[in-house]
């Protein structure tokens, strides 16, 4: 066990924290496990496999004198593995991260079938989110656009971020991301500070069904 997550394990038992909830969510394939990782452990995992329903990790933070603790869910994207877990999921989310393969545009193409699955089951609350663009390494590779994706967000009322869970030098460094959400959380600050441009989408959805998941 790292010192990290031991010195995790013992600010959890030692203190009364409080928690904030982050659910992440996108289609198959677009790294949301290494993600995730990245963000709890501050590595690349050195393999990873498909998520199947939920795989959930603690990472206690301190933020401005206080330490509070973040659950991150990582969500399989496929469909017959989320129906019997998404209610579990989004229920008593405190913020969602969106999540997208810049090399892959049918991705980006999904978010508003993402965006529209939390807002039937948020149960009329407004879940603050954050779009992210993952594997920005592959530079060659982009298939979407950074300013429309931009766009995307600041119609949706969300901060934009593009990084790579694999080698964040390159773009947002994703702990940095993390931070910057938990400090707003804890402030119960919004994640935006712009309010949604207008309520026209401008992605159409794509319900086509996704592969087998690869980071």
């Not at 773009?171 to 919004?190: F, G, H, T, Y």
Request: net charge neutral.
């Amino acid at each position: 066990m790292s010192s990290e997550t031991e010195s995790s394990l013992e600010l959890s038992s030692s203190f009364c924290l409080r928690i904030f909830k982050i659910i992440v969510i996108g289609d198959s394939g677009v790294g949301k496990t290494c993600l995730t990782h990245r963000l709890w452990s501050g590595r690349f995992p050195e393999k990873s496999e498909a998520t199947i329903g939920v795989d959930f990790r603690e990472k206690v933070l301190e933020v401005e004198g206080e330490w509070i603790k973040i659950q991150m869910w990582d969500t399989a994207g496929q469909e017959r593995y989320r129906k019997s877990m998404v209610q579990h999921y989004y229920r008593g989310a405190h913020a969602i991260f969106y999540v997208y393969d810049v090399t892959d545009e049918r991705s980006f193409q999904s978010l508003p079938v993402w965006i529209e699955e939390c807002r039937r089951h948020s149960r009329g609350h407004d879940v603050p989110s954050v779009l992210v663009g993952n594997k920005c390494d592959l530079h060659g590779a982009s298939r979407v656009s950074g300013d429309v994706a931009r766009k995307f967000a600041e119609l949706h009322g969300m901060p934009f971020f593009q990084t790579s869970a694999k080698n964040p030098q390159v773009s947002d460094n994703p702990e940095d991301i993390l931070a910057m959400v938990a400090q707003r959380l804890k402030n119960q600050k919004p994640l935006a500070l712009n309010p949604p441009l207008g309520t026209e989408d401008l992605c159409a959805p794509n319900t086509e069904k996704r592969g087998a998941c690869g980071c």
